[in-house]
């Protein structure tokens, strides 16, 4: 697994990264033993680059995380995780986090959001605490779209200054929009971006995004490369979602056209999914969420291993058609 450096820093990533949003029981809830095992078959697949956020289950992806890592050599990986919603004493909770966060976890904590300097700081230290670390090798402000300027005014200068100090190794934002990710691009001095859903096969409006993180020396994270579950499998499964609801028909189509393109040449759906994002020079790498051993391995193998320029072009064709037929 090749390892790249993220803009200026010091701070690395593998190729594929591990998405640790499933260790916190993402709709479903996953073992202890399991979550272990998922991490450690990325470790032997050689995934050196593992994010996580207290959003994640409440702080139990986290604490998973941190507890999966404890024994390997510090300096061989490194760890992101994100501030901007705190988490507090529920006061009313409910029993189950699943109607309000999409985490099958107790609802003992609330997120408040908070992407003051003051937040930042406390964000920090309670995710150091989960995950046992002295340090945090990149911190991305979490989907500030409705704390923007918050998060541009405070947060990120904040962890500019934590950066500047040596105390964190990289700053960036992560974001299922690419409007805040431009803002925070051409405004502030960030050296990453986490951009999950819009760089993928299927959906390509982040374009203007890395055009400006190229211009800038700012590298990508594509997060989210399956869309959440429609690439995921050869073909669509009938209950697949897409930008986690209902697959729209057109959308749909698209995706069987893309299926249809990769049995020509000899591939499958998520494989050209995986890929996809690394064919840009501003990707660093692609982060997806696995959730048992088996998809790891087996997105580890895609990522290894690119397509042909005749089967790009083929599934590039593919989706230049299927968007500009205003008939779809």
């Not at 992407?115 to 995950?131: C, F, I, K, N």
């Not at 994002?277 to 997806?288: D, G, I, T």
Request: hydrophobic letters at 45%.
């Amino acid at each position: 697994m090749n390892i790249t450096r993220l803009g200026r820093t010091h701070a690395h990533v593998s190729t594929l990264g591990f998405g640790a949003a499933p260790l916190g029981n993402l709709y479903s809830a996953v073992g202890d033993d399991e979550a272990r095992a998922t991490v450690d078959a990325a470790w032997d697949a050689g995934l050196r680059y593992f994010d996580t956020a207290p959003h994640y289950g409440l702080g139990l992806s986290e604490r998973r995380l941190g507890e999966a890592l404890a024994h390997r050599p510090r300096e061989e990986f490194s760890v992101s995780t994100k501030v901007g919603r705190l988490l507090e004493p529920h006061p009313a909770p409910t029993g189950s986090d699943l109607a309000a966060g999409g985490f099958a976890v107790p609802d003992t904590l609330i997120r408040r959001p908070d992407y003051s300097a003051s937040g930042v700081l406390r964000s920090l230290e309670a995710s150091l605490d989960r995950l046992r670390l002295d340090r945090i090798d990149i911190v991305y402000v979490h989907d500030p779209d409705d704390h923007l300027d918050a998060a541009v005014g405070e947060a990120l200068p904040a962890l500019l200054n934590l950066r500047d100090q040596g105390v964190v190794g990289a700053v960036g934002v992560g974001a299922n929009t690419v409007g805040p990710l431009l803002r925070a691009v051409t405004e502030t001095d960030i050296d990453t971006v986490m951009v999950a859903g819009r760089w993928t096969l299927l959906d390509r409006t982040a374009r203007p995004l890395l055009d400006a993180c190229a211009a800038r020396g700012v590298s990508v994270v594509a997060a989210a490369p399956f869309n959440s579950g429609l690439l995921s499998r050869p073909h669509p499964a009938a209950d697949a979602t897409f930008d986690y609801g209902p697959v729209p028909p057109a959308v749909l189509r698209r995706v069987r056209a893309l299926v249809e393109a990769c049995a020509r040449h000899r591939t499958v759906l998520p494989h050209a999914a995986v890929r996809f994002p690394l064919r840009s020079p501003e990707v660093a790498c692609v982060v997806a969420g696995f959730r048992s051993g088996d998809e790891v391995r087996a997105a580890a193998r895609w990522a290894a291993v690119d397509l042909t320029e005749e089967a790009w072009n083929d599934l590039d064709g593919v989706v230049a058609a299927e968007t500009s037929d205003p008939t779809r």
